[in-house]
T-cell receptor, first 111, second 114 residues
């Protein structure tokens, strides 16, 4: 059973609008959360992270929100750009240093 | 620049062959990981290692083994390749997670077992 879930396989937004990607997790031991971006034929690249002691982390156009009570996190991209089109993976880790990923959400930003 | 290098981009092997996938990182990272990526399933953790000669099973270790004899190298071994092991394999490394650090990935190895 997957411990990290991304229930939306795809998302399409208009350039300039907000993209919101969602992620849920089941393991309450997770204490560090990450978002990765992946283009075809490349390995995932790190985008942004948040530790469990925070509820928000912002880096430029990217903001990650963490709701621990709901075991839910989201990635907001504002404004969305066509170059943001990729597959986005949510990941979570415990202090055992393992790292689990969700199934990914394919974001398409239309010009 | 952190570099994680996987020995092959594409590999075709026959059923029953023993297959070695090699991964090398140049940043002195403690942790190394092997994942496989399949459509609709995302990245699933096969094995990870937090130190030389240490290994931990991930979510889908069956049919795989690993070796970490040196800190910079983490090998994934398919003891007897089967067609259901056809997949994209991704290696990653990181310093100890939980200290505001991230994992860095290699470019992936697309393995086809025929």
């Amino acid at each position: 059973d997957q411990q990290v879930k991304q229930n939306s396989p795809s998302l399409s937004v208009q350039e300039g609008r907000i993209s919101i990607l969602n992620c849920d997790y089941t393991n309450s031991m997770f204490d560090y959360f990450l978002w990765y971006k992946k283009y075809p034929a490349e390995g995932p690249t790190f985008l942004i992270s948040i530790s469990s002691i925070k509820d928000k982390n912002e880096d430029g156009r990217f903001t990650v929100f963490l709701n621990k009570s709901a075991k839910h996190l989201s990635l907001h991209i504002v404004p969305s750009q066509p170059g943001d089109s990729a597959v986005y993976f949510c990941a979570a880790s415990t202090n055992n240093n393992d790292m689990r990923f969700g199934a990914g959400t394919r974001l398409t930003v239309k010009p | 620049d952190v570099k994680v290098t996987q020995s092959s981009r594409y590999l075709v092997k026959r059923t029953g062959e023993k297959v070695f996938l090699e991964c090398v990182q140049d940043m002195d990272h403690e942790n190394m990981f092997w994942y496989r990526q399949d459509p609709g399933l995302g990245l699933r953790l096969i094995y990870f290692s937090y130190d030389v000669k240490m290994k931990e099973k991930g979510d889908i270790p069956e049919g795989y083994s690993v070796s970490r004899e040196k800190k910079e190298r983490f090998s994934l071994i398919l003891e007897s390749a089967s067609t259901n092991q056809t997949s994209m394999y991704l290696c990653a490394s990181s310093p100890t997670l939980g200290f505001n650090t991230e994992a860095f990935f290699g470019q992936g190895t697309r393995l086809t077992v025929v």
